[in-house]
T-cell receptor, first 113, second 115 residues
């Protein structure tokens, strides 16, 4: 069975600094990978996803994640964060062709002025 | 387009009481999910419907939880009787179909506190 580990429960960072939120997965078969974001008092929404093709995927608000099959990782990065990026970020995995998405425990990103 | 609607947003009940949550998915979405999110944890799938049929309910505590999606649109999740450990956010979500690459769209959640 697949699983997801988000290595940091909280990441405080100053505005305009770079950030990396780490995600590792475990699966014996090929997977699709997702990052969802939950802003305060809102539901989860898709940030970006990797299905196939280029291993580097980007979001519209400057985040990017790289699928690394050898390290079974899908870390999320942003070169310069804003206060508005404060949110909880969830990494998720689903087996290719499967029907059940597994979510990590989440990483709370707190951007300080 | 309208998102996933859930109600009520907040509910406080005493243990052993019952509670029901309602969900209206995005129009045209065949797949509907109920997740439980306990504080500090990621969402855990309770049940997944494809139209009005159950696809996966392996993690639904069936002695106290039930869910239905009678006409393949709206869904209701019921807890009876509630326990203290049921305190969580109950997230309803939907996707176009069961394809594994599809985006899952979430509602804002129903916060349950059992006292």
């Amino acid at each position: 069975a697949q699983s997801v580990t988000q290595l940091d429960s909280q990441v405080p960072v100053f505005e305009e600094a770079p950030v990396e939120l780490r995600c590792n997965y475990s699966s014996s078969v090929s997977v699709y990978l997702f990052w969802y974001v939950q802003y305060p008092n809102q539901g989860l929404q898709l940030l970006l996803k990797y299905l196939s093709g280029s291993t580097l995927v980007e979001s519209i608000n400057g985040f990017e994640a790289e699928f690394n099959k050898s390290q079974t990782s899908f870390h999320l990065r942003k070169p310069s964060v804003h206060i508005s990026d404060t949110a909880e970020y969830f990494c998720a995995v689903i087996v290719t062709g499967g029907f059940k998405t597994i979510f990590g425990a989440g990483t709370r990103l707190f951007v300080k002025a | 387009e309208a998102g996933v609607a859930q109600s009520p947003r907040y509910k406080i009940i005493e243990k052993r009481q019952s509670v029901a949550f309602w969900c209206n998915p995005i129009s045209g979405h065949a797949t509907l999910y109920w997740y439980q999110q306990i504080l500090g944890q990621g969402p855990k799938l309770l049940i997944q419907f494809q139209n009005n049929g159950v696809v996966d309910d392996s993690q639904l505590p069936k002695d106290r939880f039930s869910a239905e999606r009678l006409k393949g649109v709206d869904s209701t999740l019921k807890i009876q009787p509630a326990k203290l450990e049921d305190s969580a956010v109950y997230l309803c979500a939907s996707s176009l179909d069961r394809s594994s690459g599809n985006t899952i769209y979430f509602g804002e959640g129903s916060w349950l506190t059992v006292v």
